[in-house]
């Protein structure tokens, strides 16, 4: 449709054997179908249903399996070696999913949990309030993950805890987006839960691609993050909808609105270690204490004189005080 995104309202599977080659996709972000009743979600998220567009299109239990095996080979085939795929699911047919990856060559990195606000009311068991995000990678070329692209490595919270090593722990808590008198659709994923992915596992001008773009998040994520985006939607209703407010959003619009991280660069980072720096660090922190430095002090001192991070520091410090 343009440079910066191309979607198909047709089967995903079908379609991308037609219209996308092999390994071209840096990144995959993608919320298959429930196979659980997704058309009487509205039972479970207490909403009105005036305002949700209908069209869902719900694969059978029955077939799960099997459909996961399709899609998900197909995700494989058009994958970049190094590409990166995410893909977001609940418990009832989580294994099935895993399943189907662990007949792929694609390699786990993470099984991310996604704990969400307001989960599902129960009586009788207790109460569901998280989704998984499984994190593959196809093995073979370069694997694009920046670190350091939302906090900076010395950034500290008010209790000293690192920012960097907060934001990248497996069990993500983003509140879902309700929109109140808006159209909607049956589900879709937070933005702030997508910008995190797309920041992490891709670089402005990537292609980030949806299987099944529902509301079309992922890819305004993308788009407005500067990267290209591409994916299909079965569904009529609600690629009509999506589609024609794409093309209001304006490429890196969400750009000057992220945070920048702070802090030096650490240009030694992941080297390793002589024996001669180690005797180094160890002397000059012996002065600095002698100098009445605190320990915090004199770890930064350290870090910023070597070039290291702070636990990089700790560990040859861990040598000297044992």
Sequence with gaps: MSEWGTFYNEDCIKGCRRRVPPNSVDLIITDPPYGIGGDRLHKHYNRREEFVLDGYVEVPSKHYAEFSRRWITEAERILRPGGSLYVVSGYTNLRHILNALAETSLVEVNHLIWRYNFGVYTRAKYISSHYHVLYYVKPGGPVTFNAFCRF????????????NYQDREDVWIINREYKPGRTKNKNQLPMELLTRIIQYSSNPGDLVADLFLGSFSTAKAAIGLGRRALGFELSKTAFAHHVRQIHHLLPGSMLSGLRTPRGKSVPN??????????????????????QGKTKKDAIQMLGDEFGRGRFSILNVLERFES
């Design 152 to 163: 900076g490595e010395a950034e500290r919270t008010d209790g000293e805890r690192s920012l």
């Design 269 to 290: 980072r992941g080297k390793a270690w002589t024996e001669r720096e180690r005797n180094r660090v160890l002397r000059r922190y012996r002065a600095l204490r002698g």
